[in-house]
């Protein structure tokens, strides 16, 4: 739907509502963003991960991936290519 090289990702803002500085807040600049939906799921860069993706529950609803992946795919998707889930 949308994609920016980096965006500002806020939880106290939009759907998610929680203030920076709760458990579970960020505000943090995010890299390679793909937009998947308007309520808030992306691809992205994974800078907000801590723990260990795919055996902890670290994601806010997005779609994490290394920085090199994302890269790859920020340079080789258009607005509109479909993904699979």
């Not at 500002?8 to 963003?33: A, H, M, Q, R, W």
């Not at 993706?53 to 890269?71: F, I, L, W, Y």
């Amino acid at each position: 739907m949308t994609r920016k090289p980096k965006e500002l990702f806020d939880s106290s803002l939009g759907t998610g509502g929680i203030p920076v500085n709760s458990p579970g807040g960020y505000k943090e600049l995010v890299y390679y963003t793909m937009r998947l939906t308007w309520g808030g799921q992306f691809i992205h860069a994974g800078t907000l991960v801590g723990g260990v993706p795919g055996h902890t529950d670290v994601s806010h609803g997005c779609t994490n991936v290394s920085t090199a992946n994302a890269k790859w795919m920020y340079e080789n998707s258009h607005v509109g290519d479909p993904v699979g889930r």
